[in-house]
């Protein structure tokens, strides 16, 4: 993969990437190459503890509705990746809008 930026229209923490060197200061733009392997192993599982995954959509928000988990929230990392009608990943601040409910 090969990716070219404008670091200085990324709003919130692009021109942090400049002041860090992570971009041309002058044009703002940062280039990016990388690739992976995709591979399926041999001894693959599930995670253990998940437990029943429930979705529900109201108010302009998506919830994940965990029943019989053993997943910890100070142990695990929890997401949501929303992806439109053709499967494409739709962009939102999904950190900040993420919210972990206990209880």
Known sequence: MNAVTKCDEIEFYGIG???????????????VRGGTEIRALDNAAAPEGVGKIA???EAGKITAIFDGSSLSVDEQVYSIMLADA?????TFYYTFNT???VG
């Open 99 to 101: 919210l972990v409910e």
């Open 86 to 90: 053709i499967g494409d990943p739709l």
């Open 17 to 31: 990437l400049k002041l860090v060197g992570m971009s041309e200061f002058k044009t703002g733009q940062m280039f």
């Open 55 to 57: 979705l529900k959509e």
